[in-house]
């Protein structure tokens, strides 16, 4: 699972060959290290980001700071 970038404490990570079918491009955030029920958030293709879900159960003000940084990187993150 690499590691995109880390923001705070957060990591921002994807996992690789992720089931059949394939979702929409996405990354996971967890606090600290990769985790398998992580926050998982969806990138749309013009690089907006969409909350799949929040099991980090990340602050909403952390959430939206995330969101923020992921979709001004959409670009890399989906060329990762």
């Known amino acids: ?10 990591i921002v990570y994807f996992w690789t060959n992720e089931g059949e079918p394939k979702e929409p491009v996405h990354v996971h955030v967890a606090v600290g290290h990769p985790v398998p029920n992580a926050t998982k958030l969806w ?4 690089g907006k980001v969409l909350v799949c879900n929040n099991n980090s159960k990340i602050p909403e003000r952390g959430l939206r700071r995330l ?14």
């Open 1 to 10: 699972m690499p590691t995109i970038f880390k923001i705070g404490r957060y």
């Open 43 to 46: 990138i749309t293709k013009d």
């Open 67 to 80: 969101i923020d940084d992921i979709e001004r990187d959409s670009d890399v993150i989906i060329r990762a």
